[in-house]
């Protein structure tokens, strides 16, 4: 079983659709989540971080955890052609160690 | 601007050859990633390291070399040894403490001739 699973799509939605991206983790000792989005041809940027179980909300990206389930999903509100992209959960243990990714999810929102 | 810069966007390296690539930060960081990412795979870790003059090898360090003499500075080169090595090359860094997210330079696509 790898230690994180995330659907690579693709998904394909229309504009102003909610969209629910989801990882799946199987190591207990993650403690810390984050969701990354990466446009074609660019690094990953940064969009949500959080340690703790439950909702935050950053305009329309809401991030949840549900460490019980070993489960987080990232919400887009009101999606738009610019949050095409493809989608990255990461997630590391308590301690300073490189993060573990998922494949991560392309998604594409149509206009 | 404070960011990570990585040179060139595009590289193209002819069979034998050892090839660089750069990846530069401003933001201070202690700790720098070099990852690989192919298509369908995800993002895989070669090399890190957390402090000047030391560094870990990833998931699949084989065919790879770094070096790590400034702070600002993780190079990362592609030996001979590579038989593989058409990818997407992501550097990446962060603060070196506990729980830091990392902050990713813009990659370099490594082809082969």
């Not at chain 1, 403690?31 to 940064?46: D, N, V």
């Not at chain 1, 949500?48 to 389930?69: H, L, P």
């Not at chain 1, 999606?79 to 989608?87: H, I």
């Not at chain 2, 400034?70 to 860094?93: D, G, I, M, W």
Request: glycine share 8%.
């Amino acid at each position: 079983q790898k230690e994180v699973e995330q659907d690579p799509g693709p998904l394909s939605v229309p504009e102003g659709a909610i969209v629910s991206l989801n990882c799946t983790y199987s190591n207990s000792a993650f403690q810390y989540f984050m969701w990354y989005r990466q446009y074609s041809r660019k690094g990953p940027e940064l969009l949500m971080y959080t340690y703790s179980s439950g909702n935050k909300e950053d305009g329309r990206f809401t991030a949840q955890v549900d460490k019980s389930s070993k489960y987080i999903s990232l919400f887009i509100r009101d999606s738009q052609p610019s949050d095409s992209a493809t989608y990255l959960c990461a997630m590391i243990p308590s301690g300073n160690t490189p993060l573990v990714f998922g494949k991560g999810t392309r998604l594409s929102v149509i206009a | 601007d404070g960011g990570i810069t990585q040179s060139p966007k595009y590289l193209f390296r002819k069979e034998g050859q050892n090839v660089t690539l750069s990846c530069e930060q401003n933001l201070n960081h202690d700790a720098m990633y070099w990852y690989r990412q192919d298509p369908g795979q995800g993002l895989r870790l070669i090399y890190y390291s957390q402090i000047v003059n030391d560094f870990q090898k990833g998931d699949i360090a084989e065919g790879y070399s770094v070096s790590r003499e400034k702070k600002e500075s993780f190079p990362l080169t592609v030996t001979s040894a590579q038989k593989n090595p058409t990818a997407f090359y992501l550097c990446a860094s962060n603060a070196g403490v506990r729980n830091q997210p990392q902050h990713f330079g813009d990659g370099t696509r490594l082809s082969i001739l």
